[in-house]
Each structure stands twice: as structure tokens, then as C-alpha cells.
């Protein structure tokens, strides 16, 4: 039973990431590096923050301080990843063997972006998990509820989904200088973590996540620019073509034989 939750809870949590990666990034060398190295960026967040919170004894005891400061070294060290794409962007151009698509559209690097952190923050956020996952024992550990690890499973894939979202509208923001937008994301992503220290609530914190991420879908979709009739095309199932071939025509000789 615990193996069968542990494939279930990863497939759950990594599965429409990995899917996401499989078909959009993979066959694509230039993406693949630029989604490593964005999540490179949110391990040097992750870092700094520990750095900070082992450095502020006095309020160890306090999760929210850890909570904001985290948060913010993320949004930080998203811009500074924005930033140094700025800088490189000229030497993409060079490497990217004439396909200079994720160059020309920043929509694509900033999705690229936004999954490579959504990757790597989610195998943090659920790797230890998944570890106590497969036994022994029963499924949940001592003192939570049984429900604990599908809860973590879905709020690990709402958080990976909510950093492709956040990241095509702060890199959407920073080229239109739209400063709404750049605290929507802040704010959006300190709600979304800060709900979560209500946890086991999750009858609460999971549908609130979620809401967040569909609001944040919603948008990315938007400065993106899809609409209705886009989305509903693109999961409109598409049939492969069918090759047909031309009946000849007969001739009067042919006829005649």
C-alpha cells in the first residue's frame, strides 16, 4: 500500500511537469539549458534564505519570518535571472542555431523559466515526503491525518503550475514596465505560502491555492495573448490527416482494352 501511495503522490505532484517538460522543453538544447538554469537561480534563493534564517537566531521560532524572507530571495532571484538573460540575450542569438524563437518571444523564456522553478521547488517541497512515503508502516505519519500525503501531492503541483504562471507575468511586467502586475505576483506568492502554515486545515488552504493558481492561469493566459477560443482550440483533440490518394482517370483507350 505505502508503494502504491508513493507512485501515486509522485505521479500526482511531477507528472504534468514532467509531461509539460517532455513535450515543450525537451527536443528544444537551448531550453533545456536555460530551464537548469533557472532552477540554478532558485537553489541560490533557497540558500540565501537558509543563510539568513540560521543567521537571525532570535526568530528561528517564528515560521512566518523564514516564510516572507524565502519568498522574497525567490522573487529576487527571479529578476536577477530576468536580468541576466537581458545581458545574454545577444549571445542566445549566436547559439541558438538559427531558431531564435525563445529569443524574439519572451512568453516562451519566461515559461521556460517559470517550470524550471516550479520543478525544482516542488521536488524540495515534496522529495522528504515521498522518502517517508514508502514504508514501513501505514499510509500517514504519526500525529497527522491520513490525508497528508495526497494533500502535500496537490499543493506541491499547484505551487509548480502557480511558478509558470507567476513567471510569464513577472517577465510580462518587467518589459512593460507594468508594476501592478509585479506585486500581484509578490503578493499572490506570499498568500500562497502563507496559507499553507494553516496546514492540516486543508479543507481551507488547498481550495485557496488553487483558486490562486486558476487566477494566476488565468492572467498568464491573458498577457500572453490567448483567449477562450485559443485555449478551447488548443485542448480541441486534433486528428491526424489523412493521406488520400487521387482515383486516375480512365481514358477512352483504356476503356477500349
Known sequence: MTVAQFFGCGLLAFGPPVAMFAITIATDPIRTIMLVASAFFWLLALLFSSILYCAVVQLQDTIVFGLVFSVLFQELFRFLW?????????????????????????????????????????????????????????VGLKGDPANFFVASAVTSLAFTLLHIFWGVLFFNALHRRAYLQLAYVILCHLLASGI??????????????????????????????????????????????????????????????
Request: aromatic share 6%.
Open 82 to 138: 530576468f536580468l541576466l538573460i537581458q545581458k545574454a540575450e545577444g549571445g542566445l542569438k549566436k547559439v541558438s542555431d538559427g531558431n531564435v524563437q525563445i529569443v524574439e518571444n519572451k512568453h516562451i523564456l519566461a515559461y521556460v523559466s517559470g517550470l524550471g522553478f516550479g520543478i525544482i521547488s516542488g521536488a524540495f517541497s515534496l522529495v522528504n515526503v515521498l522518502a517517508d512515503m514508502t514504508g514501513p508502516g501505514t
Open 196 to 257: 499553507t502554515l494553516m496546514n492540516p486545515m486543508y479543507g481551507l488552504t488547498i481550495p485557496t491555492v488553487w483558486v490562486l493558481t486558476v487566477l494566476s492561469g488565468g492572467l498568464a493566459l491573458v498577457v500572453a495573448g490567448g483567449s477562450h477560443s485559443t485555449l478551447a482550440a488548443a485542448c480541441r483533440p486534433r486528428h491526424p490527416p489523412i493521406l488520400r490518394v487521387p482515383t486516375p482517370q480512365l481514358t477512352s483507350q483504356d476503356t477500349a482494352l
